[in-house]
């Protein structure tokens, strides 16, 4: 290692170190330097240079660094540096600098964003200035206190004030008045900080709240479009299945179209008015003198039939009864109003309901004569078997071949040629109802869906593919009594299946019938029900297990149910075996 510099007069006397402790040597004009040795007696001048060399007597252990020659630094030792000293006055001054053999650390610095020039920051020579003890304890845990005291202090600077005097002005124009406010202490901070926290707090959980009412407002306002859409596409549905069983009337093809229009026929009420079809497709209707005299002896006995009903109600039936049979002067007709009158009567005097019961049967058995009679309901003379004029009967007997019997012509139904049938109406209605003409359209459109879902849950499904249509009537009419197992709705245009339990496959003894409004409700709220309603679902499983366990293809499924759970906290196996067809 080589030391080389400049080398003041002041150190005429250097100390090397102690060679125990850094194990070092020196080295000059190729002599050892002795410890103590000054740099006077190894003949070194003021001013002037000189080069001695370093070695460490432990290589291994204490290793020194190389020394860079001056050749190879490019910095000189002394540079002249222009300093100003007044105004237009400049003064050079040499000076030297001072090599240190360690490395100056790294301070960080900063990247011109424009330019992407990076500075770095460097440390300096020159020691900061050591400031003067004072002789007073300036960082002590005693100034942190709140204790109090006075102590006279000079100020290290003098200081003067200009004040306004005789032949001195001084303006007070930009003067400022200051003025000691209210002392504040640490608790008052404390309190102030505090307020200001509850306040932010409370702005910010308003605003936190009227986030989460808007975010319920628009979730609200998209479950009620969504509510909306569904009402929407269930009410067309069912419009596109009315349309279609209202196109299947009109224009039947199949003989499902036929049943359905046999059974709409059927299905029609008695008294009711002439209808048929107009040539623009509009349906007319007719009502005659006849039908409408029937029509009101109709509901009259019905009204007189009905019990019980209020006195003033009664009453008022019972005026109204008199009024039509007074019409007729005969004695049939003064039996019924002497029977009317004698009912108001005992009704004006107290008499229980239950004691006029043989009265009042009697007035609708006479009624109903009445109402049989062609001279006052001249459109049951079509019903009557036996014809009021015997002289009728000649040439006007044919016989039905059917039940083999003499009957009048008014009781078969003419071909389009005019001809006459060969049976009678009432061995035609016979031969149609011995006939299968039931409506499955319903049933199987009940059965279509739940196919689909079926098929888009499971790809596995198999057995609502193994129900027919008639499997399907069975299920809905007997065993759910074609009703809604929730609202008790029998609308089965509305009516849907669904699992029971939905982690399981559909089944007949897997199922419940609901509306489709409540098919939802029912997937989100499946273990919310009570124990006598899973009781009652329970015992209808079981009878479509019983039921369904007897056809060969459903017997080979697995069936069973699991167990129902008692109010009194005991279980009970519900599990009907499997009957074997």
Not at 251 to 269: G, I, M, V
Request: glycine share 4%.
């Amino acid at each position: 290692m080589f030391c080389h510099g400049k080398i003041q007069l002041a150190c005429v006397s250097v100390q090397l170190p102690c060679k125990d402790r850094m194990n070092l040597s020196g080295c000059f004009a190729g002599k050892v330097v002795e410890e103590q040795q000054s740099l006077m007696e190894l003949g070194i001048r003021p001013h002037s240079s000189t080069r001695m060399e370093m070695s460490s007597t432990d290589p291994s252990s204490h290793s020194l660094r190389p020394f860079h020659s001056a050749e190879h630094d490019c910095m000189p030792d002394v540079i002249t540096v222009q300093v100003q000293k007044g105004m237009n006055k400049w003064v050079f001054v040499v000076v030297e600098i001072e090599r240190s053999s360690q490395k100056k650390p790294f301070l960080g610095g900063y990247r011109h964003r424009l330019t992407g020039v990076e500075y770095h920051h460097a440390a300096v020579q020159t020691l900061p200035k050591k400031r003067p003890d004072k002789g007073v304890v300036i960082f002590s845990h005693h100034t942190q206190t709140t204790e109090m005291k006075c102590q006279t202090q000079q100020c290290v600077v003098s200081v003067s004030t200009q004040m306004t005097g005789i032949g001195c002005h001084v303006s007070c124009v930009n003067d400022t008045l200051v003025t000691p406010g209210k002392y504040i202490t640490a608790d008052e901070i404390h309190d102030r900080r505090l307020k200001a926290v509850i306040c932010l707090q409370s702005f910010i959980r308003r605003w936190l709240a009227q986030q989460a009412v808007d975010r319920l407002k628009r979730e609200r306002s998209r479950r009620l479009a969504w509510l909306k859409i569904q009402e929407q596409k269930q009410q067309e549905e069912k419009n596109d299945q009315l349309r279609d069983r209202h196109e299947r009337w009109m224009n039947p093809q199949r003989k499902e179209d036929f049943n359905l229009l046999y059974h709409a026929l059927e299905s029609k009420p008695k008294s009711t008015p002439y209808q048929w079809r107009a040539a623009n497709g509009h349906l007319l209707e007719m009502d005659t003198p006849h039908s409408i005299r029937a029509r009101e002896l109709q509901d009259l006995y019905n009204n007189i039939s009905m019990y019980p009903v209020g006195k003033e109600q009664r009453h008022h039936f019972l005026l109204t009864l008199k009024d039509t049979v007074k019409e007729h002067d005969c004695q049939l007709t003064q039996d019924i109003m002497d029977l009317v009158n004698q009912e108001v009567d005992l009704m004006s005097r107290g008499v229980k309901a239950h004691s006029l019961e043989g009265l009042r049967k009697r007035i609708c058995t006479l009624f109903f004569q009445y109402i049989k009679t062609s001279a006052f309901n001249p459109n049951v003379a079509k019903l009557l078997k036996v014809p009021q004029y015997p002289s009728q009967l000649k040439n006007d007997m044919f016989l039905c071949r059917g039940c083999h019997r003499y009957l009048r012509s008014a009781d078969f139904s003419s071909s389009s040629k005019g001809l006459l049938s060969g049976r009678c109406h009432k061995c035609t209605r016979l031969d149609n109802i011995a006939r299968s003409r039931d409506d499955f359209s319903l049933y199987k459109s009940i059965l279509t869906r739940l196919r689909a879902d079926e098929q888009r849950l499971s790809s596995d499904a198999k057995i609502p593919f193994l129900l027919q249509v008639e499997d399907m009537r069975y299920l809905i009419e007997i065993v759910w009594a074609s009703r809604s197992a929730l609202n008790g709705s029998s609308d089965l245009y509305n009516l849907v299946f669904s699992r029971w339990e939905r982690q399981k496959d559909w089944s007949p003894w897997n199922c419940i019938l609901l509306s489709k409004e409540e098919t939802s409700a029912h997937l989100e709220v499946e273990d919310a029900y009570e124990t006598t309603f899973i009781c009652w679902i329970e015992h209808k499983h079981t009878m479509a297990q019983h039921h369904f366990s007897q056809i060969p293809t459903m017997a080979n499924n697995q069936l069973g149910s699991r167990p129902i759970t008692i109010e009194s906290g005991k279980h009970v196996s519900d599990s009907t075996p499997a009957l074997s067809h």
